[in-house]
């Protein structure tokens, strides 16, 4: 057994750290423990004073001691490398939270939610009217805009859209492929004897299939920067969509909180620095203006996204929290949790650079995007408003009936 890790029961394991890890970087452990082996199920992290001195895991199976190398590994690579900030607050609501109750066991027992699979939510009413009107009022901003326009875009992505930014070597948790049996009469023949002798799929399914050709998209936007590929653009522009996004969050999901297949609506800026930056800005100012009137408690703060498994994670994260490219939109869920129900971001000439987009003056456009996940919004909205919609804001009631 490594001096790192100590069973004290059949699955449960203590992983000593090597170096005690800051308070302000405990929300970095937190969201990359469940990606550093599938054995672990559960974690608390132990420590005095805010600080984590070890991880307490419940593991089912795996090589302990391996474990807890790699999750040392990830904390000297990836985040005791990071550059504290102070959070910067963009808004705070006015409003301030009353009693949150997590609302989805009241509509699994109503009937009016489903679980359908790992990190999958089918729901009913009132959910599916108060999703909707969520999206309508999010859309009626983004078509608000100067030069806007809504597309409609298929589920697949081709991996090349991926491959053109190098995506796979910043987020490889959260990708996703789809693939098929090869085109030929001998696979499908032996996947078929197989598959009625065994009555199942096979376990060494992949020898049967061919194409990585595409993969399911982890968010709405690269779609958009796919459309526009080579092109030059003869003004600044904005799209927006809605369409489903997938992450594989491993045992992050809960409820309707974090979804393995979810819902966005993207809003995508393209031009000039100043168009992109404006833009944002003006998103967030109605965005905020939103949640007040829909009696909303939360904050928006400076972010960065959850990149992993990558040597330049700290730089890259301290980077964007300086420059202030990310910010989120906070939502709080119960007492002391929050999450992430939007995002508002600025890229630079970055996407511009890597899909040959140019802007009138010939070189490539700056570009931003702003995300709100839908099932992740109504899902605040239950929390701090309930599932009768009799509690609801009356400009929310006149909407939906």
Same mark, same amino acid.
Request: with cysteine; aromatic share 12%; glycine share 8%.
């Given at each position: 057994?490594?001096?790192?890790?100590?069973r004290?029961?059949?699955?449960?394991?203590?992983?000593?750290?090597?170096?005690?890890?800051?308070?302000?970087?405990?929300?970095?452990?937190?969201?990359?423990?469940?990606f550093?082996?599938?054995?672990?199920?559960?974690?608390?992290?132990?420590?005095?004073?805010?600080?984590t001195?070890?991880?307490?895991l419940?593991?089912?199976?795996?090589?302990?001691?391996?474990?807890?190398?790699?999750?040392?590994?990830?904390?000297?690579?990836?985040?005791?490398?990071?550059?504290?900030?102070?959070?910067?607050?963009a808004?705070?609501?006015p409003?301030?939270?009353?009693?949150?109750?997590?609302?989805f066991?009241q509509?699994?027992?109503?009937?009016?939610a489903?679980?359908?699979?790992?990190?999958q939510?089918?729901?009913?009413?009132p959910?599916?009217?108060?999703?909707?009107? *969520? !999206?309508?009022?999010?859309?009626?901003? +983004?078509? @608000?805009?100067d030069?806007?326009? =809504?597309? #409609? %875009?298929?589920?697949? &992505?081709?991996?090349?859209?991926?491959?053109?930014?190098?995506?796979?070597?910043?987020?490889?948790?959260?990708?996703?492929?789809?693939?098929?049996?090869?085109?030929?009469?001998?696979?499908?023949?032996?996947?078929?004897?197989r598959?009625?002798?065994?009555?199942r799929?096979?376990?060494?399914?992949?020898?049967?299939?061919?194409?990585?050709?595409?993969?399911?998209?982890?968010?709405?936007?690269?779609h958009?920067y796919?459309?526009?590929?080579?092109?030059? *653009? !003869?003004r600044?522009?904005?799209?927006t +969509?809605? @369409?489903k996004s997938?992450?594989? =969050?491993? #045992? %992050?999901?809960?409820? &309707?909180?974090?979804?393995?297949?979810f819902?966005?609506?993207?809003?995508?800026?393209?031009?000039?620095?100043?168009?992109?930056?404006?833009?944002?800005?003006?998103?967030?100012?109605?965005?905020f203006?939103?949640?007040?009137?829909?009696?909303?408690a939360?904050?928006?703060?400076?972010?960065?996204?959850?990149?992993?498994?990558?040597?330049?994670v700290?730089?890259?994260?301290f980077?964007?929290?300086?420059?202030?490219?990310?910010?989120?939109?906070?939502l709080?869920i119960?007492?002391?949790?929050?999450? +992430?129900?939007g995002?508002?971001?600025?890229?630079g000439?970055?996407?511009?650079?890597?899909?040959?987009i140019?802007?009138?003056?010939g070189?490539?456009?700056?570009?931003?995007?702003v995300?709100?996940?839908?099932?992740?919004?109504?899902?605040?909205?239950?929390?701090?408003?309930?599932?009768?919609?009799?509690?609801?804001?009356?400009?929310?009631?006149?909407?939906?009936?």
């Amino acid at each position: 057994m490594s001096q790192h890790a100590m069973r004290s029961q059949a699955s449960t394991v203590d992983v000593r750290l090597d170096r005690s890890l800051p308070a302000e970087f405990t929300p970095e452990l937190k969201k990359r423990l469940f990606f550093i082996s599938h054995s672990i199920e559960d974690f608390e992290l132990v420590g005095t004073d805010g600080a984590t001195e070890s991880v307490r895991l419940t593991l089912a199976g795996g090589d302990a001691a391996a474990i807890a190398a790699q999750i040392n590994r990830v904390v000297a690579d990836e985040i005791l490398t990071q550059r504290a900030l102070p959070p910067r607050v963009a808004w705070q609501s006015p409003i301030a939270p009353s009693a949150l109750v997590d609302p989805f066991p009241q509509l699994v027992a109503a009937g009016a939610a489903f679980t359908s699979g790992e990190g999958q939510i089918g729901f009913g009413e009132p959910l599916v009217s108060l999703f909707d009107y *969520l !999206d309508r009022r999010l859309r009626a901003i +983004a078509l @608000g805009l100067d030069n806007a326009a =809504e597309y #409609r %875009y298929p589920t697949l &992505l081709p991996t090349a859209v991926l491959e053109r930014f190098h995506y796979f070597s910043s987020f490889p948790q959260f990708a996703m492929f789809v693939t098929r049996l090869h085109n030929d009469i001998d696979v499908y023949r032996t996947f078929t004897d197989r598959y009625r002798a065994e009555n199942r799929v096979p376990d060494e399914l992949f020898d049967f299939c061919a194409n990585r050709d595409y993969c399911l998209p982890p968010t709405m936007c690269y779609h958009s920067y796919h459309q526009h590929t080579g092109h030059t *653009l !003869d003004r600044d522009t904005v799209l927006t +969509a809605r @369409g489903k996004s997938f992450r594989f =969050e491993s #045992r %992050y999901h809960a409820g &309707l909180e974090r979804l393995w297949d979810f819902t966005i609506r993207e809003i995508v800026f393209l031009g000039s620095p100043e168009h992109a930056a404006r833009s944002r800005d003006a998103v967030m100012r109605q965005s905020f203006a939103l949640m007040e009137e829909l009696g909303l408690a939360g904050r928006c703060e400076v972010a960065s996204d959850h990149f992993f498994g990558n040597a330049e994670v700290a730089e890259r994260i301290f980077s964007q929290r300086m420059m202030e490219l990310k910010f989120e939109l906070l939502l709080p869920i119960a007492p002391g949790r929050f999450i +992430a129900a939007g995002s508002f971001n600025l890229h630079g000439r970055f996407f511009g650079e890597s899909f040959d987009i140019d802007g009138p003056d010939g070189g490539p456009v700056s570009s931003g995007c702003v995300g709100f996940g839908l099932e992740r919004l109504a899902y605040a909205f239950l929390c701090q408003h309930g599932i009768d919609t009799a509690t609801w804001p009356e400009s929310v009631r006149r909407e939906i009936g």
